[in-house]
């Protein structure tokens, strides 16, 4: 770390996203912060549960509205030529003839007995698609996203107390492209460089067809879909990290410490990171919505087995039984994300007042 | 979203004075080639004798899987992702403009419910909802735009109200109503302007965004039918012809897609330094 830095160069035109907006610098105590934690988290608990209610009902209302038919489902490829009568039985087997709203009423009812019903696109029951696909996801999206952040805030840190300058302006720039490229792009650009061209990585799957999953087969299938999701999280995380590093930068705590002799390390690590590295990894799980499409997308492209992959195939498929709990199940991981957020953003930033 | 807008601050800056055209001369020569190619190029049939030929001698862009010319493809293409995109856009906007002006002018308890459901559709996995539609809705265009533009409205709703709430207790207002301005003359003279120029903004940021959902709603096999051209059903078949080799399947059409989507940020963040009041503001 270099001891000298640029001073603060307010360049017309250019926007500073405020972090936060409480003005009364009043710290609140750590221990009173603790119990507004706890109340937090446990008000979001208890919003959760009609947000739920809520969002599966929209499911199946939307599906009940569409020209989708519950039949294909159970009749796979035998939909065309199965007879009026055959189609009548299943129907009435699956209780399908109801009001959507019973169909609900009753998916509620069996996943509270713990039976989720069959996917006709695994051809596996919905609990065992969840459970062999979740450790794929989960470590898939974790890795990437600690990549990205830690990418962000290194970077983030270096061009936002030298606004203005090369390396500041370059990695805007790149910034900007990745964020102009959806991630579908990225992982096919990814797929054509290092797995056609070069030849050096595997271009899908998770292990070579035939093959048990091995720590060193998943990791050379692990880093394209990996970088093309680390790649597709960096534009907004750093963008966001270098608005919050220069608006700390600017801030009379910090022109104070340069009156006083403080520079380099020292104060970025004393007056910058505190107010405005850490704020903005609570913000992390606000950015959720992000993760789970980006997952979407590259472990489709790249045939990962996770998830995200089982969500994208059994929408295309039209396999409800699976999309059914996958969809409220994102929504509920959002959900979740916020709330762990706005309890971290609380209980880091003494500045924060709570509204809700 | 917010990285776009933020991203886009930076290259606007970056350009300098001559920046600030730059965007719009770029999206109007998108919008020109998007028209104008297709009808130049005439009616395109598939031909399977010169599928997948390299952009050179005969096509300037190359063909793709099933003969086509990519440049006419990708243009045709580019016309329907942005006619969707601007379907999305302007609908969402109406929506979000009527949720918000009638969230400030009930207020009381309509205004704090209407701002819990902006919060929790804002919560939802946008893109999450818009597959989960779509698939039902398949291939219909109609259901896509749906799809985008209810996802999308509570962002500009909540620009809306905050504008609309600041200009209410303005002095400019204050000082009008005292001069026994009506309400429609305050209305239409005063706050209508002070949100218009934000509501542009709000729409030009949801232009690219927009181009991206469709893009990836056909890209994952849910949205417009493979055979429409669409940037996404174009993206969606270079995933295929990549692995042979022919990556002029995906340069074509994901340059016009990242050309697009840079132009339209660019043009947005112009839009919003231009929309903003003076440094001074003396009249607050």
């Known amino acids: ?356 | 979203m917010t990285a776009t807008i933020g991203a886009a601050g930076g290259t606007g800056a970056a350009f300098g004075r001559a920046g600030r055209l730059l965007p719009w001369a770029v999206l109007v020569v998108v919008a020109a080639v998007a028209l104008g190619w297709p009808m130049l190029a005439g009616e395109q049939a598939a031909d399977f004798g010169r599928a997948l030929r390299a952009p050179g001698a005969g096509t300037l862009l190359g063909t793709d899987h099933s003969g086509y010319d990519l440049g006419v493809r990708t243009a045709e293409g580019l016309r329907i992702s942005l006619l969707i995109a601007l379907a999305c856009a302007v609908l969402a906007t109406v929506l979000g403009v009527v949720v918000g002006v009638a969230s400030v002018t009930a207020g009381g308890w309509v205004d704090a419910v209407v701002m819990r459901v902006v919060d929790g559709v804002n919560a939802l996995p946008h893109l999450v909802v818009g597959v989960v539609i779509a698939a039902m809705w398949r291939g219909e265009p109609v259901a896509i735009i749906a799809s985008i533009a209810l996802t999308h409205w509570p962002a500009v709703a909540r620009v809306v109200r905050a504008e609309l709430l600041e200009a209410r207790t303005a002095g400019w207002v204050e000082a009008a109503r005292l001069a026994g301005a009506s309400r429609t003359f305050i209305a239409t003279r005063h706050l209508g302007p002070a949100v218009g120029g934000q509501v542009l903004v709000a729409m030009t940021v949801l232009l690219p965004h927009a181009v991206w959902h469709e893009t990836t709603l056909s890209f994952l096999g849910v949205g417009l039918s493979p055979d429409e051209a669409s940037l996404g059903t174009l993206l969606g078949q270079a995933r295929g012809d990549v692995l042979t080799g022919a990556w002029w399947t995906l340069v074509v059409p994901g340059a016009a897609l990242m050309v697009t989507a840079l132009a339209c940020a660019a043009a947005a963040s112009s839009l919003r330094r231009a929309s903003a009041p003076p440094a001074g503001e003396v009249w607050r």
């Open chain 1, 1 to 356: 770390m270099t001891t000298q830095l640029a001073p603060n160069t307010q360049s017309p035109g250019e926007e500073v996203a405020a972090q936060c907006c409480s003005s009364d610098p009043g710290s609140v105590p750590r221990r009173t912060r603790g119990r507004r934690v706890v109340g937090l988290l446990g008000r979001r608990l208890l919003m959760m549960i009609p947000t739920v209610v809520l969002v599966s009902l929209g499911v199946f209302a939307v599906a009940a509205a569409s020209p989708f038919d519950p039949l294909t489902e159970h009749l796979g490829d035998d939909y065309q030529s199965a007879t009026a009568s055959q189609r009548e039985a299943v129907t009435q087997a699956h209780g399908l003839d109801g009001h959507w709203f019973g169909a609900w009423w009753r998916w509620w009812g069996d996943v509270f007995s713990g039976d989720a019903g069959w996917s006709s696109t695994q051809s596996r029951p919905v609990t065992d698609v969840i459970v062999d696909r979740l450790p794929f996801t989960l470590g898939m999206s974790l890795l990437a996203l600690l990549f990205a952040t830690v990418i962000a805030i290194v970077v983030g840190a270096l061009t936002g107390m030298r606004r203005g300058g090369l390396l500041d302006r370059v990695c805007t720039g790149v910034a900007a492209m990745l964020a102009a490229t959806p991630p579908f792009v990225v992982s096919l650009v990814l797929v054509s460089v290092f797995a056609v061209g070069l030849g050096w990585l595997p271009a899908a799957g998770a292990r070579r067809p035939g093959d048990a999953y091995t720590v060193a087969g998943l990791f050379t299938h692990g880093v394209l879909p990996c970088l093309a999701l680390t790649i597709s999280m960096i534009p907004w995380l750093l963008l966001t990290m270098r608005a919050a590093v220069v608006d700390a930068a600017a801030s009379e705590a910090v022109r104070g410490a340069r009156a006083r002799g403080i520079g380099g390390w020292a104060l970025l690590r004393g007056h910058v990171v505190p107010v405005s590295v850490l704020p903005t990894l609570a913000l992390l799980g606000t950015r959720l919505p992000e993760l789970v499409a980006g997952a979407a997308i590259v472990e489709s492209v790249f045939g990962w087995p996770g998830l995200a992959e089982a969500l994208v195939d059994s929408a295309v498929a039209l396999d409800f039984s699976l999309l059914a709990p996958l969809a409220v199940g994102s929504a509920v991981l959002v959900l979740i994300g916020s709330a762990v957020s706005d309890a971290a953003a609380v209980w880091i930033d003494p500045r924060i007042g709570l509204r809700a």
